[in-house]
């Protein structure tokens, strides 16, 4: 990786003290890759809005630098400010903005806001430039898009109401995010847009995933998985390799750095970096 590129993690708030108990194993474990930031998610809804809130707390104490994701749909105003002047109390500089989803049974309360667009404008309207605000990309289309230029479109309005920078969903094509940034880059937009990353551990969960964003799962890689089985290990050896190529790839071309879905694990995600490292000497930790 150049000087330039810099990596990032995501993690997802923990369940109950055993999974509190791994996810501070992992976090130490992925602090050696020197990340630049890492996110942690916020549920459909904002179901897991203080887990989000005691997460970024828990990592920041680990000496991370956090950005907590924050979701519009089924939020007021009020609380989406209260949220806002909590985190920058804590010292907290980036947010990832999205607009999030209605979880089951919420019925049709969407909030006062409706948009990663307007979240952001939101943002900056409360907040001025305290934050850095990331969003959401999607090389291969928002499941819920009509077409790729509206998809595309909504991305660019995003940017326009004050985004600093982007991290895409998963994919394993690279040329769909290559094609991706040309599109965004030919309608004016600037700001970097960081390709993420999706270690390969477990083909059923990976399959459901992909499913729920839309994600596309190439035949080729689809049925190598499956042949697989149950034999963990060795799709988690294919899957590095696939990953590592990937991660390569993107790297090469010019990415501006890449952010890792670590699942809350480390395993999968330092094997990866080892084989950039083993690539690509300057990247090798310390």
Request: hydrophobic share 45%; with cysteine.
């Amino acid at each position: 990786m150049s000087g330039k590129q810099a990596i990032s993690l995501e993690f997802f708030p923990p369940r109950d003290i055993a999974a509190q108990e791994k996810l501070v194993r992992s976090a130490k474990q992925l602090l050696a890759l020197a990340p630049e930031y890492v996110s942690v998610t916020f549920g459909a809804g904002g179901s897991t809005r203080s887990g989000t809130a005691d997460t970024v707390r828990l990592l920041q104490n680990l000496g991370c630098d956090v950005a907590p994701h924050l979701s519009c749909i089924g939020a007021t105003r009020a609380e989406l400010a209260d949220i806002l002047d909590s985190y920058r109390a804590q010292g907290v500089r980036r947010i990832v903005a999205l607009r999030g989803d209605l979880p089951s049974g919420m019925g049709g309360d969407a909030g006062e806001l409706h948009y990663a667009s307007e979240l952001v404008a939101f943002i900056r309207e409360h907040s001025a430039d305290w934050f850095q605000v990331e969003v959401a990309a999607y090389p291969e289309m928002h499941p819920q898009a009509l077409t790729a230029a509206a998809d595309l479109a909504h991305f660019k309005n995003k940017v326009q109401a004050g985004a600093h920078g982007a991290i895409t969903q998963y994919f394993f094509n690279a040329d769909a995010y290559f094609d991706f940034v040309d599109r965004a880059r030919a309608m004016g937009v600037t700001i970097p847009i960081v390709p993420g990353i999706m270690p390969i551990t477990n083909y059923t969960q990976l399959a459901r995933f992909s499913s729920m964003c839309g994600a596309e799962i190439p035949r080729w890689l689809r049925l190598r998985l499956i042949d697989f089985g149950d034999d963990r290990a060795s799709i988690r050896a294919f899957g590095t390799d696939v990953i590592a190529q990937l991660s390569q790839t993107l790297l090469d071309r010019g990415a501006p750095g890449l952010h890792f879905y670590t699942l809350n694990n480390a395993e999968a995600t330092m094997a990866i970096w080892r084989q950039l490292a083993l690539r690509e000497p300057s990247a090798a930790v310390a």
